[in-house]
């Protein structure tokens, strides 16, 4: 995700406190949102479901949906028991460094 996208995505959704205030509508901000979203994680760190809530909740009501859109979109990866989250490498594989 360009990194215009992303600016572009910070300045229309977002508020003064850094909070989003509304889910896009076009699909390429709602990529950019999930683009910004993913830096909130930090590269080979495990994540339990509440601790990825915990980072999305302050950014978003619905964080949720925005757990579910990283998860979809390949930039959080869950394990196969569903116990754990961790950021996707470049290529979608975990970062497991």
């Given at each position: 995700m360009g990194e215009d996208r992303v600016s572009d995505f910070a300045r229309?959704?977002?508020?003064s406190q850094g909070r989003v205030t509304s889910i896009p509508a076009k699909r390429a901000m709602k990529e950019a949102l999930v683009a910004w979203a993913?830096?909130?994680f930090e590269p080979g760190r495990p994540y339990s479901?509440?601790?990825?809530?915990?980072?999305l909740a302050p950014v978003m009501e619905d964080y949720v949906w925005l757990r579910r859109m990283l998860v979809d979109g390949g930039y959080l990866i869950r394990d196969d028991r569903g116990t754990a989250y961790r950021?996707?490498?470049p290529?979608?594989?975990a970062a497991d460094r």
């Open positions: 229309r959704y977002l508020d993913a830096r909130r479901e509440s601790q990825v809530n915990e980072v950021l996707a490498g290529r979608g594989e």
